[in-house]
């Protein structure tokens, strides 16, 4: 069975879950803190007792899905944005021209060669697409309410309808009991631990063939619409203009200048906004293009650590 996923971070999270479990987790642990001297080192202390003590629990709580890196599929096209009319190639087309944008946008004033990275990445997207070529047997969807992930199972069912695949679906809850007393809410399988991708396995469904007929049908309307934006609403993908989040995102301007980071940070975290921080840094560079903001501070190339303020 393929394990299909639409980001790279849950891919590798899907990589682990395969043989995860054991007595002795894997892995290394090191602490940031702007604490110096003793307390600093007592901090560090704490923090990575904290973390094996949560980690050694993982372990005894995985179920490992098994199977072989072969079978992990991401299809990390970042379809929620961008041009999806036109159909993917090798070569240049609009997706690759559109991720380009995003993975060489500069954040932090970076300086290394993003090139190579990229191609790197571009070309197992595309070799993970070819798995699906013909129509797999059996392929197990890991859905969330991201708007990628719910692009990316209307992209997967317009591939495989004509195929007669057998297609199922683990999709995330809003919502996970932790406890007599606590829960916890995840946004996306990104901030789920590989530990516990397998304990989700009860809510795995299959899907119909006249669900992905419908599934492939909305995903050919929303090609013909080809908005800039999809986003999630009322438990559907729908189109959307550029701006559909500015509101969201000027009621995360703050009254004294502050940081790009930090508006991008209280978008993504406060407003809960599931688009990538990227998309949230282009709309703040479009505020100060348009006078909402104003920068105060100059970050020189590291945009992130520019400080703005709003117009007066």
Known sequence: MLEVCFSDAVKGALLMAQHCGGRRPGGAVSVITDRRGPLASL???REIRRYRKRQAALQRQAVPLGGWREDVVGLSFGLSEGDIRAPLAAGDCPRRAYLWEQFSFDRYGER???GASFRKFWDGALADLRKLKGGPQAVRVWLDDTPDARCG?????????????????VELPKRVAQGAHE???YRGWGEVEPQLFGTFLDRERALTGAELDS???RWRRLQEENAPLRVVRDGAIVSADIDYYDDRIRSCFPEAPCKVAQIIGEALGRQKILTGDVFVA?????F???GELVVVGSGETDFYRTTVARAR
């Open 183 to 185: 829960a916890v809410e």
């Open 215 to 217: 599934l492939a049908g």
């Open 288 to 290: 100060l293009e348009t």
């Open 112 to 114: 290394e060669d993003l």
């Open 43 to 45: 901090a560090k202390l």
């Open 153 to 169: 199972l209307l992209f997967l069912a317009e591939r495989l309808a004509p195929a007669d695949s057998d297609v199922h679906v």
């Open 282 to 286: 282009q709309r703040v560079r479009h």
